[in-house]
């Protein structure tokens, strides 16, 4: 999630980087349990079903304590339901990808969504970009080849090609709020991405949905409140500090994905996953900082 956001109070960047850290703690905590979750039998239907349904309240409580419910009002329901067809399909993706790898291989191939940001904003925006940014990109699918460990045999599994499209959406999803949040309200936004997913995804869940034990109805809460927290938490950050500011703070995910993988019995990730992560992590905030310096919001979700 991302929009710029004009707000009378001065900047307060540690308070801004303080909360973008936090939403990325409970993102980290919403895909664990997101796999934990399968690993129970959840269908992934149920997954995202709970993960927005669940987030409702804490949305709506956040949106009532800040610009105040009447600010839901919709201008442009037609780009909501568009960014909710290409937010909850690049959801599902992100889960699938924690499902099919493991989580910090997941993860560090996530970190190229600024990567394909680049590439959309180019082809699809006209905007300019030199050299510079291009071999950050370049850089940047370095990276995900050395996660991959060229010569342990396939080159890209299903998992990873998920991964790829996981990150290929959430970029588009970027662009989408770019351009909605010219009129609309951050909280209007997040409000109708979860209200307008409800019902497809409750058929979904209604169709392949099972009972559970208590410690999988827990998961699902943990999903569904974790999500919606992370949610106000990354979009709050931006009334504090620019995105150039608190985006460094996203590249963190990876130790919290690898702690809590190790909670779960995942393991301490492989070498070539770090390295591919520092060689991603420094392409995407390359491109940061190269979108400050000409005064363009890097994409952020």
Known sequence: MSA???DPRPHRPLLGMSLRLLGVVC???????????????VHIFETLFYRQALAVPVVLGWIAMTTGLGSIRVRRIGAHATRMVVGVTGMALNFLSYILLPPAEAVTIGFTMPIFGTILSATILKEKTGIHRWGAVLVGFLGVLVTQRPGAGALFSLGVVVAIAAAFMTACVS???????????????????????????????????????PVTWGLLALIGISGGVAQICLTGA?????V???????????????????LIGQGWPQAATWIGAALITASGLYIAWREHLHGRQPPSA
């Open 4 to 6: 710029d956001l004009t």
């Open 27 to 41: 993102v980290s905590i919403m895909f664990i349990a997101g796999r934990t979750a399968d690993a129970r039998g």
């Open 175 to 213: 662009l989408i709020l770019r351009r909605l949040s010219r009129t609309e309200d951050p909280g209007t936004i997040v409000f109708w991405f979860t209200f307008l997913s409800l019902p497809p995804l409750g058929l979904g869940a209604l169709l392949y949905g099972g009972a559970h034990d």
């Open 238 to 242: 931006l009334r504090w500090a620019p």
């Open 244 to 262: 150039s500011v608190v985006l460094p703070m996203d590249y963190s995910s990876i130790l919290w994905i690898a702690l809590f993988g190790l």
